[in-house]
């Protein structure tokens, strides 16, 4: 089963409901929600005729910026039976963040639930919109935002102004018919964008990267084929379903795959056990910082895990103690790793259910069917022979459109024979296995987050105090990669780090924030006055240890 589907996302949820429709298909023990795939589809579809009724056209962005509640996995499959855009919003961002990215990806439309951690959405939203108060649902007129007109609010406030519930849209779908319906979802193509997922650049401004139908059922009927994922199988989704690891790798996986999506709001570790072993799931996703956790829980042996079979492990490299004991103590025998980026939908390589442990430690895995890859000299472009370090290019149907409204951005990633260039530096053996070495960008990953510093130098440089800043990541055990920023102080400024996360907090996602901090009066540069990071990196690692 390796040849490309061609099927819009309602194709797929279509297909799975005409197979197994009495099969269990979305259960969140947090909302007290357990539908089989029929009462899922229906969901869904009551949901697709409410956004007809709001206006959604094929082609419209509408931004999503909540946990993973119910509405989301309706919203993601009822978006994509109106050829609406998904627009991914990650619940760390703060106003900042998230104004940036309603303007960028010009979306008419917002759903947002009440609050998350210790940040009221609610109130986030209402700063930047403040018209919220005096216009009627639906016929906002903002002037930060003007293309936004509807703002759709998943909560238990009784009538927020200038917002509608989600239970409004569903109501307003009642005068929408099953038929017109049915036409926008015959009217679709596999080739249209229906998911657009943020990715900060080392431009330091998020980019939007496009993903048409094809791109990303094709990339999780692959994923969930090396898993060997089918209808008897349920899958613990604990990774956040704004990124693709949870949108593509998890849910969308388990539809394609009819099997049970078993969905945690947010990672908690001692709901995972609870939940694994109450609903006897076969398959758990996660970063490695999530095993570890799992693992080292206190209650950890309370619960009887022997379900579970296989899962996956991205985002960060893992640890070979980790493994083993996903492999023993969870009884994840089958535990895969994968590796790719969201602008490739975003697996490229995966290890395999029998690969040996040291394979599935010291490797990203081999290629996924029909996806190509190599190892190329990012200087010259000249292919690499196995056992060569060089940067890690990849072309298939799964690579993406393209960055919205940014097409040099766009062609600096895909070059004229199609290959996207993914910025990491790796090897490839003799048997076809990859490894990832590092990052020609000096991209930070901690706890399987992205960080990029630029984005972050950007925004500390707008401190007043602030002469020059450098960030970097600083190994950890835990993350993987901790943050530290390198600041030069105006002549005379005296400030302390704790005065800087002050300063950040509200304004950029909590993950972003520094943990440590340094006062520096100059950086050690080359001959030709360009900053060495590496020797910083070097110098503050030995300290941090």
Known sequence: ?????????????????????????????????????????????????????????????????????????????????????????????????????????????????????????????????????????????????????????????????????????????????????????????????????????????????????????????????????????????????????????????????????????????????????????????????????ILHHPDFDRYDLTSLRTGIMAGAPCPVETMNQVNTKMHCSEIVIAFGQTESSPVMTMTRRDDPVDLRVATVGCLLPNIEGKIIDPESGQDLPAGTQGEIITRSACVMKGYYKMPEATTDAIDKDGWLHTGDLGEVDENGYFKVTGRIKDMIIRGGENIYPRELEEFLFTHPAVVNVQVIGIADQKYGEQVLAVIQLKNGHKTTAEEFIEFCKGKIARHKIPKYWEFVDSYPMTASGKIQKFKMKEMFEKKYQ
């Open 1 to 293: 089963m390796s040849d490309f589907v061609n099927k819009t996302m309602g194709d797929v949820i279509q297909d799975t409901v005409s197979r197994f429709p009495e099969n269990p298909a979305l259960i969140c023990p947090q909302f007290n929600v357990r539908y089989s795939y029929s009462q899922l589809y229906e969901q869904c579809r009551k949901t697709a005729r409410g956004l007809l009724a709001l206006g959604i056209k094929r082609g419209d962005h509408v931004s999503v910026w909540t946990t993973n509640v119910p509405e989301w996995v309706y919203l993601q499959f009822a978006l994509g039976m109106v050829g609406g855009i998904l627009v991914t919003i990650n619940t760390n961002y703060q106003s900042h963040e998230l104004e940036y990215i309603l303007k960028q990806s010009d979306s008419t439309t917002l759903f947002l639930i009440d609050t998350y951690r210790d940040t009221s959405f609610y109130d986030t939203v209402r700063k930047i919109l403040p018209e919220l108060d005096f216009h009627q649902p639906g016929k906002l007129i903002s002037a930060k935002l003007p293309l936004l007109k509807n703002v759709i609010y998943i909560g238990k406030k009784e009538n927020p102004p200038g917002m509608f519930k989600f239970s409004d849209l569903i109501n307003m779908g009642e005068k929408i018919t099953e038929q017109e319906l049915d036409d926008r979802m015959n009217s679709l193509s596999d080739d249209d964008v229906i998911n657009m997922q943020y990715t900060s650049g080392t431009t330091g401004f998020p980019k939007g990267v496009m993903l048409t139908h094809h791109n990303i059922v094709n990339n999780a009927r692959m994923v969930g084929d090396v898993m060997g994922m089918t209808e008897k199988d349920s899958l613990l989704i604990q990774v956040p379903v704004f990124h693709c690891f949870g949108c593509v790798m998890s849910t969308l996986n388990c539809v394609y795959h009819a099997s049970a999506m078993v969905i945690l709001e947010y990672f908690d570790p001692l709901k995972a056990l609870e939940t694994m072993a109450q609903e006897k799931c076969t398959a758990v996703n996660g970063v490695p910082t999530m095993f570890v956790t």
